[in-house]
């Protein structure tokens, strides 16, 4: 009888063993997903020119990150295909993303927010194009899932237009996220100088500062990246890739 309760302690420890491992496993691959955030808006005000998400903006993080092992999954407000901008297939990182069957599946169907769970990310990453400044800034079901992320000691970041979700984004304890933190977008130099200041619903600049960001910022069309508390930021499409290699740093400080 000794033997016998030996032998099933034994056991027991065995299989306790196992499904530790199974679980610490199924945690890591857990660990290894990305959000990306893109909007589902099409048109520049009524200028009847078309907009969408940033093709470079989505690409070149995408590139950076899903070479380092990281799964991207895509959201929009309104789920399904996302509207495109920014399309240049000449840029090989553009051309490689695109013709990726398994990543254009997925940005031609993107998940609805309803759809995402929070805790499977460990980092989200808003992507500009003019088409965010529209449907990001008062998408609160996002803004939530971000604020879930992040407060799971996940990073958040945004490139060019794309911080434009973070502006109402609110932490647990009622702050704006990026209140008293550094962080950058596309400027209202930029925006004059692609004659839309008068087009967007506001100017980016001047709202991530009316939140209480501490706003940084290079001369137009150069890359400028900067982290803060993990908050990752950058100015540009010329700033995506910068923005990809700065959270994939960030993450690896995890």
């Not at 290894?32 to 520049?44: A, C, E, G, M």
């Not at 109402?168 to 702050?175: A, C, E, P, V, W």
């Not at 991530?208 to 400028?224: D, I, M, P, V, Y």
Request: aromatic share 8%; with cysteine.
């Amino acid at each position: 009888m000794k033997k016998i309760l030996i032998l099933l302690t034994g056991l027991s420890l065995l299989l306790n063993g196992f499904n530790a491992s199974a679980q610490t496993k199924k945690a890591g691959t857990m660990k290894k997903k990305i959000l990306f955030v893109v909007t589902s808006h099409d048109q520049k005000g009524n200028t009847g020119q078309a907009t969408g998400y940033y093709l470079s903006e989505v690409s070149h993080p995408w590139e950076v990150l899903h070479n380092a092992g990281y799964e991207i999954d895509f959201v929009s407000p309104k789920g399904g295909k996302a509207p495109v901008d920014g399309f240049d297939l000449k840029d090989p990182i553009n051309k490689k993303f695109w013709e990726d069957k398994v990543y254009h599946a997925k940005v031609e169907n993107t998940m609805k927010p309803s759809e995402v769970n929070p805790k499977e990310y460990v980092a989200i990453h808003y992507a500009g194009g003019h088409g965010a400044m529209w449907d990001l800034p008062d998408n609160k079901e996002i803004a939530a899932i971000a604020t879930k992320i992040y407060e799971n000691n996940g990073i958040v970041s945004a490139v060019c237009h794309g911080p434009a979700g973070l502006v109402n984004i609110k932490l647990s304890n009622g702050k704006y996220l990026i209140d008293g933190k550094k962080v950058n977008g596309f400027t209202n130099e930029e925006e004059i100088a692609v004659g839309l200041e008068k087009v967007v619903p506001f100017m980016l600049e001047d709202q991530l500062k009316a939140r209480g960001a501490k706003f940084e910022k290079t001369a137009n069309w150069q890359s400028h990246v900067v982290a803060d508390q993990r908050l990752v930021t950058g100015q540009n499409p010329a700033s995506a890739e910068a923005v990809g290699k700065t959270v994939l740093s960030e993450l690896k400080k995890l």
